[in-house]
């Protein structure tokens, strides 16, 4: 009896002198240290080059690559974009031919200098490997499709397409990571991860790379940008969400370069030593029909669809007010291209009139029924790893059952989602409609309407996307890719009409960004439209934020579980006293023969 | 005895075998495939056939499944277990980063969750049905009823954001630590995954303890002891012994499931091991990695359940009877 009342004693106190020992020495850090930013990534991109990052880091994953690696512009976000490593590109009359000149004296991370030669030989490389690196190679291959790449002296080179690339600067010269031809030439299996370290020209080198676990990167002294404002940036990666925001809250990172959920913004824009700053990576959450699938078919029924989901009540709802209504034109009104924004039209009266007038009558259930009886019943397929998604679709089952229309949601897992979303060659897929979630380089890309919309063909993505097909879309589309921006801009606004009136695609939302950090570590975070705050700009010297950050106003209601979290401690805390105190009164000897 | 040997390794090599033949089908059952993760959602549409056959050119995986079900097998005989898509490095490689930290962790957690499980379950017995057998009958039950990450997030709470005693994250100490105190920092770190696992791991122990103690204090050679005059610790002594069996039994088993179940915790906690690497696998369909991990895991609990075999003849000596005189 003696015996096993001391075993817990002793392990308590054991457990108690370890807590001791390990307690972390607070304030040790000295000014002249380096100065280390630690930021809590999503999820690990093997060894950061174009060839085989996994998108674990989504939607990061791009900003992530350049920060070792740089473009010939920046930022794909702009209308204009900055002249990077390019000093700058001038195209022939009818811009099929860009005569791109250099920033000269700049070097790779291990020291060989930046020439002609490497862009020429990056545009061919990605040519060779189009399927390696399709987010990237796409742009090279696809549209607008490569030529020839010529080196013309060794800080110039001339690339030539075969069809007007008047966006050039922006697509691929805005997004292109550019490779060193001395490392790259002698890789014929560019997925493949060997144990070397990238080499690019960005601000930062990574020093090392430690599967599923972390990144260590350091500035580039030497970048022709000038020195990063940060020496060294320490990258764990945390895939679970509470688990980075607690790590932030702790003071074990910086920075999450995640968007901050909904109903944390409030608390963390209150807590002290933590910033919030708000700043849209253009994301998106839509709905897409399967166009090739009765009756989602049917223009009228996708439309009424639309008209009865009310965009802004998703938002107040599901978002908590952090976020901005569906656009029906899809392009996200921060884009550069958004053009006349046309917003979202919530209209259940006129919804119920046109399945009325399209011959689709409700049974007895309510649920409104086709011309051969089958019920107006869509499933829709929701990533499990979209918790957000999965409530507003639930909330959209509530508003589209007013108008006869029944919304099922299904929740899979990626591959899953991504297996049942196609169909073999010829075939037509067999899913209703699906949620999904995109960022910037959907809306910044002038192309993308091309890409998602264009019907199936030998360039886009066509039926891959909604199988939706529209002869005078096509028209318009070809003929944008091959314009000057002021000219698109006026193509891209018939377009955007037409997906509104189609709506082959409804835009639920746009989430605005919301990125915590601690001012205490690393200051000089800017929001960059297009990219949030974890960005190379965001550690540049002529574009930081070396002033005071501004933060989220404060808005709604504050979360409860902060309280339910408390509550739940105290409990544990509190039936932990009762035991001890009832242990207490026991009389230890009264146990059997004792 | 040889005899009851050699029938023993037929059983396990038939199990291998089995084992060898599910570890191929049952990842390629799942739908989709290796492409469906390697290119993002949305530019997966850029692929022509002849692109996509491409890629699953690359890993092998547009042979016909006879041929790659040869290459597999022919892989294990050679122990060349492939390359891994998600990756990009051999299997081994990958499986060797993690398997250190999976050892430690599940490994620590079996035995915490063995030593403390027993005790609690045995102390349990011998005072059963009284407040403190019903006490900490009700917080075993409580404390196992709770899903592994929510007690992952309370300790995450109380422990580091709140008392800042350890950390959130992670396995490995910082970059610049080195020596003895880092391995106080892995420590450090490996506390609070630890006990979130253990807390997971206890409750059947304790149960199955329990239950067994109480089952041989019902013996009659308790009752004997007892009319001998043998009270408390010489009493307890003998009947704890025997109620040791079974206890082994569910520890040993717990070990398989542990490590595929730690998954979550590897999750809450951004612990590098084994269960994790599944999680991950499983989601890009990495054929090769899975394949490896669960051979590992399945030699793991044969491995297991063989210790086991040796381990019952010094626990309770009527096992080492001869089959025949048991027949």
Same mark, same amino acid.
């Given at each position: 009896?003696?015996?096993?009342?001391?075993?817990?004693?002793?392990?308590?106190?054991?457990l108690?002198?370890?807590?001791?020992?390990?307690?972390?020495?607070?304030?040790? +850090?000295e000014?002249?240290?380096?100065?280390?930013?630690?930021?809590?990534?999503s999820?690990?991109?093997?060894?950061?080059?174009?060839?085989?990052?996994?998108?674990?880091a989504?939607?990061?994953?791009?900003?992530?690559?350049?920060?070792?690696?740089?473009?010939?512009?920046?930022?794909?976000?702009?209308?204009?974009?900055?002249?990077?490593?390019?000093?700058?590109?001038? @195209?022939?009359?009818?811009?099929?031919?860009?005569?791109?000149?250099?920033?000269?004296?700049?070097?790779?991370?291990?020291?060989?200098?930046?020439?002609?030669?490497? $862009?020429?030989?990056?545009?061919?490389?990605?040519?060779?490997?189009?399927?390696?690196?399709?987010?990237?190679?796409?742009?090279?291959?696809?549209?607008?499709?490569?030529?020839d790449?010529?080196?013309?002296?060794?800080?110039?080179?001339?690339?030539?397409?075969?069809?007007?690339?008047?966006?050039f600067?922006?697509?691929?010269?805005?997004?292109?990571?550019?490779?060193?031809?001395?490392?790259? &030439?002698?890789?014929?299996?560019?997925?493949?991860?060997?144990?070397?370290?990238?080499?690019?020209?960005?601000?930062?080198?990574?020093?090392?790379?430690? @599967?599923?676990?972390?990144?260590v990167?350091?500035?580039?002294?030497?970048?022709?940008?000038? !020195?990063p404002?940060?020496?060294?940036?320490?990258?764990?990666?945390?895939?679970?969400?509470?688990?980075?925001?607690?790590?932030?809250?702790?003071?074990?990172?910086?920075?999450?370069?995640?968007?901050?959920?909904?109903?944390?913004?409030?608390?963390?824009?209150?807590?002290?030593?933590?910033?919030?700053?708000?700043?849209t !990576?253009?994301?998106?959450?839509? =709905?897409?029909?399967?166009?090739?699938?009765?009756?989602?078919?049917?223009?009228?029924?996708?439309?009424?669809?639309?008209?009865?989901?009310?965009?802004?009540?998703?938002?107040?709802?599901? =978002?908590?007010?952090?976020? !901005?209504e569906?656009?029906?034109g899809?392009?996200?009104?921060?884009?550069?291209?958004?053009?006349?924004?046309?917003?979202?039209?919530?209209?259940?009266?006129?919804?119920?009139?046109?399945?009325?007038?399209?011959?689709?009558?409700?049974?007895s259930?309510?649920?409104?029924r086709?011309?051969?009886? !089958?019920?107006?019943?869509?499933?829709v397929?929701?990533?499990?790893?979209?918790?957000?998604?999965?409530?507003?679709?639930?909330?959209?089952?509530?508003?589209?059952?007013?108008?006869?229309?029944?919304?099922?949601?299904?929740?899979?897992?990626?591959?899953?989602?991504?297996?049942?979303?196609?169909? @073999?060659?010829g075939? *037509?897929?067999t899913?209703?409609?699906?949620?999904?979630?995109?960022?910037?380089?959907?809306?910044?890309?002038?192309?993308?309407?091309? /890409?998602?919309?264009?019907?199936?063909?030998?360039?886009?993505?066509?039926?891959?996307?909604?199988?939706?097909?529209?002869?005078?879309?096509?028209?318009?589309?070809?003929?944008?890719?091959?314009?000057?921006?002021?000219?698109?801009?006026?193509l891209?606004?018939?377009?955007?009409?037409?997906?509104?009136?189609?709506?082959? #695609?409804?835009?639920?939302?746009?989430?605005?960004?919301?990125?915590?950090?601690?001012?205490?570590?690393?200051?000089?975070?800017?929001?960059d439209?297009?990219?949030?705050?974890?960005?190379?700009r965001?550690?540049?010297?002529?574009?930081?934020?070396?002033?005071?950050?501004?933060?989220?106003?404060?808005?709604?209601?504050?979360?409860?579980?902060?309280?339910?979290?408390?509550?739940?401690?105290?409990?544990?805390?509190?039936?932990?006293?009762?035991?001890?105190?009832?242990?207490?009164?026991?009389?230890?000897?009264?146990?059997?023969?004792? | 005895?040889?005899?009851? *040997?050699?029938?023993t390794?037929?059983?396990?090599?038939?199990?291998?075998? *089995?084992?060898?033949?599910?570890?191929?089908?049952?990842?390629?059952?799942?739908?989709?495939?290796?492409?469906?993760?390697?290119?993002?959602?949305? +530019?997966?549409?850029?692929?022509?056939?002849?692109q996509?056959?491409?890629?699953?050119?690359?890993?092998?995986?547009?042979?016909?499944?006879?041929? +790659?079900?040869?290459? /597999?097998?022919?892989?294990?005989?050679?122990?060349?277990?492939? &390359?891994?898509?998600?990756?990009?490095? @051999?299997?081994?490689?990958?499986?060797?980063?993690?398997?250190?930290?999976?050892?430690?962790?599940?490994g620590?957690?079996?035995?915490l969750?063995?030593?403390?499980?027993?005790?609690?379950?045995?102390? &349990?017995?011998w005072?059963?049905?009284?407040?403190?057998?019903?006490?900490?009958?009700?917080?075993?039950?409580? #404390?196992?009823?709770?899903?592994?990450?929510?007690?992952?997030?309370?300790?995450?709470?109380?422990?580091?954001?709140?008392l800042?005693?350890?950390? $959130?994250?992670?396995?490995?100490?910082?970059?610049?630590?080195?020596?003895?105190?880092?391995?106080?920092?892995?420590?450090?770190?490996?506390?609070?995954?630890?006990?979130?696992?253990?807390?997971?791991?206890?409750?059947?122990?304790?149960?199955?303890?329990?239950?067994?103690?109480?089952?041989?204090?019902?013996?009659?050679? $308790?009752?004997?002891?007892?009319?001998?005059?043998?009270?408390?610790?010489? #009493?307890?002594?003998?009947? +704890?012994?025997?109620?040791?069996?079974?206890?082994?039994?569910?520890?040993?088993?717990? $070990?398989g499931?542990?490590?595929?179940?730690?998954?979550?915790?590897?999750?809450?906690?951004?612990?590098p091991?084994?269960?994790?690497?599944?999680?991950?696998?499983?989601?890009?369909?990495?054929?090769?990695?899975?394949?490896?991990?669960?051979?590992?895991?399945?030699?793991?609990?044969?491995?297991?359940?063989?210790?086991?075999?040796l381990?019952?003849?010094?626990?309770?000596?009527?096992?080492?009877?001869?089959p025949?005189?048991?027949?």
């Amino acid at each position: 009896m003696l015996r096993s009342r001391l075993v817990p004693r002793s392990v308590l106190a054991g457990l108690a002198l370890a807590a001791a020992l390990f307690m972390p020495a607070a304030g040790a +850090q000295e000014p002249e240290q380096p100065r280390t930013v630690r930021i809590a990534i999503s999820g690990y991109e093997n060894n950061i080059t174009p060839f085989n990052v996994s998108f674990g880091a989504f939607p990061v994953t791009h900003d992530l690559m350049h920060l070792v690696y740089d473009s010939l512009f920046w930022s794909q976000a702009k209308l204009e974009p900055e002249p990077w490593l390019a000093e700058r590109a001038t @195209p022939n009359e009818d811009f099929t031919e860009w005569t791109v000149e250099l920033r000269p004296g700049v070097r790779w991370h291990d020291g060989e200098p930046f020439t002609a030669e490497d $862009v020429a030989f990056s545009f061919d490389y990605y040519e060779r490997f189009p399927e390696l690196s399709g987010r990237y190679a796409h742009h090279v291959f696809d549209v607008p499709p490569l030529e020839d790449a010529e080196v013309i002296d060794p800080q110039t080179v001339r690339l030539t397409f075969r069809q007007p690339a008047p966006q050039f600067p922006i697509m691929p010269g805005a997004d292109l990571p550019i490779i060193p031809e001395h490392i790259w &030439s002698e890789i014929e299996d560019p997925g493949t991860v060997d144990e070397e370290l990238p080499i690019g020209t960005g601000p930062f080198k990574v020093t090392e790379i430690e @599967p599923d676990q972390r990144y260590v990167m350091e500035a580039n002294p030497q970048y022709f940008k000038g !020195r990063p404002l940060v020496d060294r940036i320490e990258m764990p990666i945390v895939e679970d969400p509470s688990s980075a925001f607690q790590a932030l809250r702790a003071g074990e990172i910086d920075q999450v370069a995640r968007n901050l959920p909904p109903e944390l913004v409030n608390q963390f824009a209150d807590a002290s030593g933590l910033e919030v700053l708000e700043g849209t !990576r253009f994301e998106s959450t839509q =709905l897409y029909f399967n166009a090739r699938r009765a009756p989602w078919s049917d223009p009228a029924v996708r439309k009424a669809i639309s008209l009865a989901i009310d965009s802004q009540q998703l938002v107040d709802q599901v =978002l908590l007010g952090q976020g !901005r209504e569906g656009n029906d034109g899809f392009i996200h009104p921060d884009s550069p291209w958004a053009g006349e924004n046309n917003g979202h039209e919530s209209d259940p009266q006129r919804a119920e009139r046109m399945l009325e007038e399209a011959g689709y009558n409700a049974g007895s259930d309510g649920i409104r029924r086709d011309e051969r009886g !089958r019920p107006l019943s869509l499933e829709v397929l929701i990533s499990s790893f979209d918790p957000l998604g999965l409530r507003a679709v639930e909330q959209v089952a509530r508003q589209v059952r007013r108008i006869g229309v029944e919304v099922v949601p299904v929740a899979l897992d990626p591959a899953t989602l991504r297996d049942r979303r196609q169909a @073999p060659e010829g075939e *037509a897929p067999t899913y209703d409609a699906y949620l999904s979630t995109l960022e910037t380089h959907a809306h910044a890309d002038p192309d993308s309407l091309y /890409y998602f919309f264009h019907s199936p063909g030998e360039k886009g993505f066509g039926a891959a996307i909604t199988g939706w097909s529209n002869a005078r879309f096509d028209e318009l589309s070809e003929r944008a890719t091959a314009q000057p921006p002021q000219q698109r801009q006026a193509l891209f606004d018939q377009m955007q009409s037409i997906l509104a009136e189609e709506a082959p #695609v409804v835009v639920l939302w746009y989430p605005d960004g919301n990125y915590a950090y601690r001012p205490a570590a690393y200051e000089g975070w800017i929001s960059d439209p297009g990219h949030g705050i974890f960005t190379k700009r965001s550690f540049l010297p002529a574009y930081a934020d070396t002033g005071a950050a501004s933060t989220v106003e404060d808005v709604g209601e504050s979360s409860v579980w902060p309280w339910v979290v408390v509550g739940l401690v105290a409990l544990v805390v509190l039936g932990g006293i009762v035991a001890v105190r009832r242990r207490r009164t026991e009389d230890p000897e009264e146990d059997w023969g004792g | 005895m040889l005899r009851h *040997a050699g029938r023993t390794i037929a059983q396990y090599g038939l199990v291998v075998a *089995a084992i060898v033949v599910l570890n191929f089908a049952l990842p390629r059952l799942a739908p989709g495939d290796a492409v469906d993760y390697l290119i993002p959602p949305e +530019q997966a549409g850029t692929l022509t056939v002849e692109q996509r056959d491409r890629i699953l050119s690359q890993y092998g995986l547009d042979e016909p499944v006879p041929v +790659q079900f040869e290459r /597999y097998v022919s892989g294990l005989v050679t122990g060349d277990l492939q &390359s891994s898509i998600r990756y990009g490095q @051999p299997v081994v490689d990958v499986i060797g980063e993690r398997i250190g930290w999976t050892v430690l962790l599940v490994g620590g957690a079996v035995m915490l969750a063995m030593l403390i499980g027993t005790l609690l379950g045995f102390r &349990s017995a011998w005072r059963r049905g009284r407040r403190s057998d019903v006490g900490t009958l009700s917080g075993v039950m409580l #404390v196992d009823s709770m899903p592994p990450f929510f007690v992952g997030m309370l300790l995450i709470l109380v422990f580091s954001v709140a008392l800042g005693w350890f950390p $959130v994250f992670g396995a490995l100490p910082g970059t610049e630590i080195a020596g003895l105190s880092a391995i106080g920092e892995i420590l450090q770190r490996l506390v609070l995954p630890l006990v979130t696992l253990t807390l997971a791991a206890i409750g059947p122990i304790y149960l199955v303890a329990r239950s067994a103690l109480v089952s041989e204090l019902r013996e009659d050679y $308790v009752l004997m002891a007892r009319a001998k005059g043998l009270v408390g610790r010489a #009493v307890r002594r003998h009947a +704890q012994r025997n109620a040791l069996m079974p206890v082994v039994t569910i520890g040993l088993l717990e $070990v398989g499931a542990l490590v595929g179940g730690a998954a979550v915790v590897e999750t809450v906690f951004s612990y590098p091991g084994l269960g994790r690497l599944i999680y991950e696998s499983v989601l890009a369909r990495d054929y090769p990695v899975l394949q490896g991990v669960f051979l590992l895991l399945a030699i793991g609990v044969i491995l297991a359940n063989l210790i086991g075999d040796l381990l019952y003849p010094l626990l309770d000596p009527r096992v080492r009877r001869p089959p025949a005189a048991a027949a």
